[in-house]
């Protein structure tokens, strides 16, 4: 079964679709797909580092093209989507191709508060030293995934299995929860 992470930043979706990589799942995480784009010395790539750096999204039909091309890509494998869709556009544009391509998915929703979420990220921009993780930007991140991803919950449930992780928990716990709630 296929997978879509959802949650706001910083609660440890990519990091929790990262230890699932031993379970024979493939990674399709926007962020990251995106980020390798911006290190591109070639027009797509200045224009994505510019979006990235600015702290606003990429549109939305690139983000479908590459997540397209990435499941044409691995067809033999279960994928986990992480950052795709991070709104009604996306969402619209999304779960038909994954309908078209007979693909079958649950959501795997990720909970944290947005100030647990915000500390998180400031650990994060430490850590990984991003240049994307700004306190403007984290707020505009927040923001962003309240009014625009955290509805989409409410239109995946009439399609498909909605699966609730408490993200507040460490690391190791969370992923205890992923393999219970998943059977793995």
């Given at each position: 079964?296929?997978?879509?992470?959802?949650?706001?930043?910083?609660?440890?979706?990519?990091?929790?679709?990262?230890?699932?990589?031993?379970?024979?799942?493939?990674?399709?995480?926007?962020?990251?797909?995106l980020?390798?784009?911006?290190?591109?010395?070639?027009?797509?790539?200045?224009?994505?580092?510019?979006?990235?750096?600015s702290?606003?999204?990429?549109?939305?039909?690139?983000?479908?093209?590459?997540?397209?091309?990435?499941?044409?890509?691995?067809?033999?494998?279960?994928?986990?989507?992480?950052?795709i869709?991070?709104?009604?556009?996306?969402?619209?544009?999304?779960?038909?191709?994954?309908?078209?391509?007979?693909?079958?998915?649950?959501?795997?929703?990720?909970?944290?508060?947005?100030?647990?979420a915000?500390?998180?990220?400031?650990?994060?921009?430490?850590?990984?030293?991003?240049?994307?993780?700004?306190?403007?930007?984290?707020?505009?991140?927040?923001?962003?995934?309240?009014?625009?991803?955290?509805?989409?919950?409410?239109?995946?449930?009439?399609?498909?299995?909605?699966?609730?992780?408490?993200?507040?928990?460490?690391?190791?716990d969370?992923?205890?929860?992923?393999?219970?709630?998943?059977?793995?």
């Amino acid at each position: 079964m296929h997978l879509i992470f959802l949650g706001i930043q910083g609660s440890g979706k990519g990091t929790q679709a990262k230890l699932l990589l031993d379970k024979g799942y493939k990674l399709f995480e926007t962020g990251a797909e995106l980020r390798s784009i911006a290190q591109e010395d070639s027009e797509l790539g200045k224009e994505v580092k510019s979006i990235i750096e600015s702290g606003n999204l990429v549109s939305d039909e690139l983000v479908c093209r590459l997540a397209a091309n990435f499941i044409d890509s691995n067809k033999k494998s279960f994928i986990i989507f992480d950052g795709i869709p991070r709104n009604q556009q996306q969402f619209d544009k999304v779960v038909p191709m994954l309908q078209s391509k007979n693909i079958e998915f649950k959501i795997l929703n990720f909970q944290l508060d947005s100030e647990t979420a915000k500390k998180r990220m400031v650990k994060r921009a430490e850590i990984e030293n991003r240049t994307d993780d700004t306190p403007e930007i984290m707020e505009k991140r927040v923001s962003i995934f309240l009014e625009s991803t955290k509805p989409l919950l409410k239109e995946f449930s009439k399609i498909t299995e909605v699966i609730n992780i408490d993200a507040s928990h460490s690391i190791e716990d969370v992923n205890i929860e992923v393999h219970n709630k998943l059977g793995l």
